[in-house]
T-cell receptor, first 115, second 113 residues
Framework: DQQVKQNSPSLSVQEGRISILNCDYT??????FLWYKKYPAEGPTFLIS?????DKNEDGRFTVFLNKSAKHLSLHIVPSQPGDSAVYFC????FGGGATNKLIFGTGTLLAVQP | DTAVSQTPKYLVTQMGNDKSIKCEQN?????MYWYKQDSKKFLKIMFS???????INETVPNRFSPKSPDKAHLNLHINSLELGDSAVYFC????????????FGPGTRLTVT
């Protein structure tokens, strides 16, 4: 039973336009959500996060939106750049942080930004 | 000055062998993790250690044994390797009590033939 789902395996966007990556979750106990970016042959790198007490968090070109009632979050990248081309993983946690913090990952969305 | 490093990066071995993957972090974190990414790209936690103590032990065959000699190192030993163990294994670390963010190593691609 997959608790975090990314239903779009891939997304193609033109440079300069907005990229929107979506993520759905089923466990209402999750209270913290993260986005990771992964290049081939590298480990995931932390991008941005949001606590369940917020509905938006912004960091430069990256904004994460959280809709708790719909159990949905999205990552907006604007403007998109070719260097943003990577696999994006959504992750969730609801285990109190710290040592018991196990991140539950989605299966990722491959973003391709076309020049 | 790699934050989380893993060795080896690639590991090809035959069924039945025993192998180890090493992980080291220089971030001063006190919690370390092992994740497995299978052929479907699903990234799933296996273990976590806090200050050398096992905290999370997911449903993993007991052929997998993590060992933490100190809080900067978390090694993964796998006995009697099977074809289904082929995957990419990622080590990660975080600081307890501060953030949820975990920092990942580059991964070890294990291929069992």
């Amino acid at each position: 039973d997959q608790q975090v789902k990314q239903n779009s395996p891939s997304l193609s966007v033109q440079e300069g336009r907005i990229s929107i990556l979506n993520c759905d979750y089923t466990n209402s106990m999750f209270d913290y959500f993260l986005w990771y970016k992964k290049y081939p042959a590298e480990g995931p790198t932390f991008l941005i996060s949001i606590s369940s007490i917020k509905d938006k968090n912004e960091d430069g070109r990256f904004t994460v939106f959280l809709n708790k009632s719909a159990k949905h979050l999205s990552l907006h990248i604007v403007p998109s750049q070719p260097g943003d081309s990577a696999v994006y993983f959504c992750a969730a946690s609801g285990f109190g942080g710290g040592a018991t913090n196990k991140l539950i990952f989605g299966t990722g969305t491959l973003l391709a930004v076309q020049p | 000055d790699t934050a989380v490093s893993q060795t080896p990066k690639y590991l090809v071995t035959q069924m039945g062998n025993d192998k180890s993957i090493k992980c080291e972090q220089n971030l001063g974190h006190d919690t370390m993790y092992w994740y497995k990414q299978d052929s479907k790209k699903f990234l799933k936690i296996m273990f976590s250690y806090n200050n050398k103590e096992l905290i999370i032990n997911e449903t993993v065959p007991n052929r997998f044994s993590p060992k933490s000699p100190d809080k900067a190192h978390l090694n993964l030993h796998i006995n009697s390797l099977e074809l289904g163990d082929s995957a990419v294994y990622f080590c990660a670390s975080s600081q307890q009590g501060t953030t949820y963010e975990q920092y990942f190593g580059p991964g070890t691609r294990l291929t069992v033939t």
